[in-house]
């Protein structure tokens, strides 16, 4: 039995009465609640952060291509790899996670849209102004100089005592509150939103790693909202809650403070683990996708491979200690701590097993995409191993602070997420766009990437075994790192030209790219049975599952489930009849809706321009404290004006979006 | 052999056919809950980690003025009496909510009301009771900048005083869209999601007030290592509240 489309008394069209809304247009873009305008939104700006950001790691592989190099000063050495870290983290990998959760996640579960297209607009747009405030130090000339990780008490007002740190805490503070209503959304969709039939066992498993991904954010996130807060009362209104000692201009210690550094470690770091796995699922689930796909067989060990990314996400929430093996904590945390991070091992261990053994057999196509997921693969296992080396104490207080560690989170992130995210989008490009990219330029692509990323990154195990240290800004002739530099920055312009050739491959597919059909990959999953780009609507009818990989089953059956089985349909318990497979397969048949009826009369909800407005108005509050002028403070508390003006902005935004009809 | 495929409604069984087009904007959900409320639970699972992280901040610093003798110290300026009235202000506004609720369940929009204007006035009671303790604090010589505990003690109640304060906004925005003549039974979904954040806020109080009013500090031999215990339990007992919360 296949799918079939059952036409639900809810989800049947319905005639409305107003004009369409615009679709094209600035306004249309800054008030739309489409997921997947928003999807685009989303990946659009990551990767222009992702630019940025990779163009600071070049500046900073040049400073260190020589001994003693003076390309940078210390400073700026400072403040390039601080905003390298927090935009790669913040603003590159974790959107292009959301664009992809948003474009992606409600076709793959039948849905017309997610839970509350406002609130997803409004997540985009308080993520951008995040961005924005993050780098918006550059033009302030306050740019966070801490490291991304901002450990106190550098943090502290005795030893950064310009905007710079103000800057990066309310910038994340800020990108929080995105995150945290994006996941909140996506929790709902994906539990709440599933096509008729569609078990949560039956849930793609991108779309699994999505739910988990959520949940680890809106678990983690607080943390470092408190964490930041915290340290916003220390910066702004002179606590201590990170700061140990009084000190004097002349840094003579006056007196005991109360405070306690280490707390900050142990709220970002409880954060900051389960963020590792906010960054690597998507990739996983990514991945997940696209070798079953190119290996033309269903994913090896499904329910086993959804255990295994619940395993991960909860077990990652146990092991934040191993960052911080160095600080004393003593001997049974550190136990302890050891433990479970060896612990997870197992189930990341599960999944590189299960990926190998969906190729085994399997009748492999190397495309572009196939290239990126089996790069994950490969890399991630390196980076995954060194990982486990980590989890050994003594072994990590020879590695810690070192270029070892650098080597380890690159093959993770860069090697694991960011080839993962690369894989992602050749693989849905066409479904993005309606058109493909070039399959030549694409492999010459991941050749650059994969060459250079290992060249750039390799040498890094070694040097941080020679003792090379992180975060300075240069090195002595005679400390013998010099050709393993030299190689690594090479390895870097090796990597920045395959994206260059991907930005080609991009304006060339946009240009005059080959017309994408709707499944041009012959992929399972239900975003392939839309048209490649999907109307806005997305199903014109809400889709009945009744497997896993619901497209291989109508195409090719599936033992004791033959396509012309009749299924019963019931409401709530209650049979109300037969359904039987249609003829076509559902790709066909919405092509063939679409070219023998009127344009359908979906409900869809309407745009608003509210979501804007309060993510302006905390943009504003935000702003209003970082360049807080006393001349236009307000009573006798002299609050910054732009702050008050900013919360009654937000304020309006959300009353009005309250008060308009949801749809 | 037949596969038996399952269409849930908007809202489970209570709600037919008849009125399915009343409520066009509710599609039918996969669980038969509906999305606001849900994302209300998913939202509390969150505000638990949020408070959580807050109380493990007070529970580190639990003490610590008491050791550098950087007094006013909680034992000499907590008016437990005092804070017990406002507690228990606090936890009838729970009653008068579920009050407001049965009322508009059963589609009587007056009384609906008049117990949420009372559940928004005995939260302004609390606030109110809250503002006053902190100005005499402050009269007493203890400001946010003062010592530990007044940081993190303010910092934490100041956080549960602004759960509140929203609650009571959000209170009186539903008593002003009723008296437009917004509500009616089949509403009653709305009035229930601002109770479950209301009944959140009230029994966060509960916890705020047992560990940080009514258990005493003791100083303990060996004191370093009881902190870092507590501190690591706390945090962990905390995302063990907040996964339970999810789930």
């Not at chain 1, 849905?111 to 102004?129: G, I, T």
């Not at chain 1, 920055?489 to 060339?508: E, K, P, S």
């Not at chain 2, 809950?33 to 980690?49: P, T, V």
């Amino acid at each position: 039995m296949a799918t079939i489309a059952y036409p639900s008394p809810h989800a049947q069209a319905q005639v409305v009465a107003r004009p369409k809304p615009k679709t094209s247009g600035l306004w249309s873009w800054l008030t739309t609640v489409d997921h997947k305008r928003i999807g685009i939104l989303y990946g659009a700006s990551a990767f222009m952060f992702f630019l940025i950001a990779g163009l600071e790691a070049l500046i900073i592989r040049s400073q260190l291509v020589r001994p003693e190099n003076s390309l940078v000063g210390d400073q700026r050495y400072n403040e390039l790899f601080t905003m390298h870290g927090t935009t790669m983290i913040f603003l590159a990998i974790m959107p292009l996670g959301s664009a992809f959760f948003n474009y992606i996640v409600p076709l793959q579960i039948g849905a017309r849209d997610v839970a509350f297209p406002r609130l997803n607009a409004f997540s985009y747009w308080v993520f951008l102004a995040g961005g924005l405030i993050l780098n918006a130090s550059w033009i302030a000339n306050a740019v966070p100089d801490q490291g991304w990780y901002g450990y106190a008490p550098l943090t502290s007002k005795i030893f950064s005592k310009g905007a710079n740190v103000d800057y990066w805490a309310l910038g994340l503070q800020v990108l929080g509150i995105a995150s945290i209503a994006a996941s909140l959304n996506f929790i709902v969709t994906i539990i709440n939103m599933r096509a008729p039939g569609m078990t949560m066992m039956r849930v793609p498993i991108f779309t699994w790693a999505t739910l988990i991904v959520s949940i680890l954010i809106v678990m983690a996130f607080p943390a470092i909202t408190i964490g930041l807060a915290l340290l916003s009362f220390d910066r702004f209104t002179g606590t201590d809650f990170y700061v140990a000692f009084n000190v004097a201009a002349d840094g003579q210690i006056i007196s005991a403070a109360g405070g306690d550094p280490l707390l900050w470690q142990h709220l970002f770091w409880v954060f900051g683990h389960p963020e590792v796995y906010i960054l690597i699922l998507p990739a996983f689930g990514i991945v997940s996708e696209i070798i079953p796909v190119f290996s033309r067989k269903p994913l090896f060990g499904y329910a086993v491979m959804v255990y295994a990314i619940a395993a991960i996400a909860f077990l990652g929430f146990g092991v934040w200690v191993h960052h911080m093996f160095t600080t004393g904590l003593g001997p049974t945390p550190n136990a302890v701590f050891a433990g479970s991070t060896m612990l997870i091992a197992i189930p990341t261990g599960v999944k590189i097993l299960n990926w190998t053994a969906t190729m085994w057999g399997g009748s492999l196509r190397f495309t572009t995409p196939m290239l990126f997921a089996v790069g994950l693969v490969s890399q991630f296992t390196i980076g995954g191993l060194s990982g486990v080396m980590h989890a050994v104490v003594p072994v990590d207080t020879q590695h810690n602070d070192s270029y070892f560690v650098v080597a380890h989170f690159h093959y993770v992130l860069f090697g694991g997420s960011i080839f993962a995210l690369f894989g992602g989008i050749y693989y849905w490009w066409p479904k993005f766009t309606g058109r493909m990219l070039d399959e030549r330029l694409g492999k010459l692509h991941f050749w650059l990437q994969f060459i250079g990323f290992n060249m750039a990154f390799f040498p890094m195990h070694f040097l941080g075994l020679q003792g090379m240290p992180r975060r300075y800004s240069s090195y002595g002739a005679e400390s013998g790192w010099w050709f393993w530099n030299v190689v690594a920055t090479v390895g870097a312009f090796l990597i920045a030209a395959g994206i260059l050739v991907f930005l080609m491959n991009a304006a060339r597919s946009f240009k005059d790219g080959e017309k994408a059909p709707d499944n041009p990959w012959d992929a399972p999953t239900l975003e392939w049975a839309v048209p490649s780009p999907p109307p806005v609507y997305n199903f014109r009818e809400v889709p009945l599952v009744t497997h896993r990989d619901p497209l291989w089953i109508e195409k090719y059956g599936a033992e004791g489930h033959h396509a012309e089985q009749e299924v019963d349909v019931t409401i709530a318990g209650k049979k109300i009849g037969e359904g039987e497979a249609p003829d076509e397969e559902p790709a066909e048949q919405a092509t063939h809706r679409l070219e023998h009826s009127d344009e359908p009369n979906i409900h869809l909800p309407n745009p608003s321009y509210y979501p804007l407005l309060a993510a302006i108005g905390i943009f504003l509050a935000a702003m209003g404290l970082l360049v807080y002028n006393p001349a236009i403070a307000i009573g006798a508390l002299e609050l910054p004006a732009i702050s008050v003006l900013g919360i009654l902005v937000m304020v309006t935004g959300i009353y009005g979006w309250s008060l308009e009809p949801a749809s | 052999m037949a596969t038996a495929i399952e269409v849930q409604t908007a809202h489970g069984s209570g709600h037919g056919q008849a009125d399915a087009h009343d409520h066009a904007e509710h599609p039918p959900t996969s669980t038969g809950l509906d999305h606001r409320k849900l994302l209300m639970w998913a939202f509390l699972a969150s505000d638990c980690m949020f408070f959580g992280s807050l109380i493990a901040t007070y529970m580190t610093y639990r003490g610590r003025s008491e050791e550098l003798q950087m007094p006013p110290y909680p034992s000499e300026i907590f008016d437990i009496p005092y804070t017990s009235v406002s507690a228990f202000v606090l936890l009838m506004s729970s009653l008068t909510m579920v009050l407001a609720l049965a009322a508009i369940q059963k589609g009587n929009v007056r009384g609906l009301r008049i117990w949420l204007t009372a559940t928004a006035l005995l939260g302004a009671v609390f606030v109110g009771g809250q503002f006053f303790e902190f100005t005499a604090f402050y009269h007493e010589g203890l400001s946010l900048q003062t010592n530990m505990f007044g940081a993190s003690f303010y910092v934490l109640t100041g956080f549960h005083g602004a759960h509140v304060t929203i609650g009571i906004i959000w209170l009186l925005s539903l008593v002003f869209v009723s008296l437009r003549g917004g509500f009616a039974a089949k509403d009653s979904l709305t009035i229930e999601i601002a109770g479950l954040y209301w009944h959140f806020v009230d029994i966060v109080w509960i916890v705020i007030f047992t560990l940080v009013y009514l258990i005493p500090y003791e100083e303990v031999e060996g004191g370093e290592a009881v902190h870092e215990a507590g501190q690591m339990l706390s945090t962990i007992g905390g995302q063990f509240a907040a996964i339970g919360g999810l789930w």
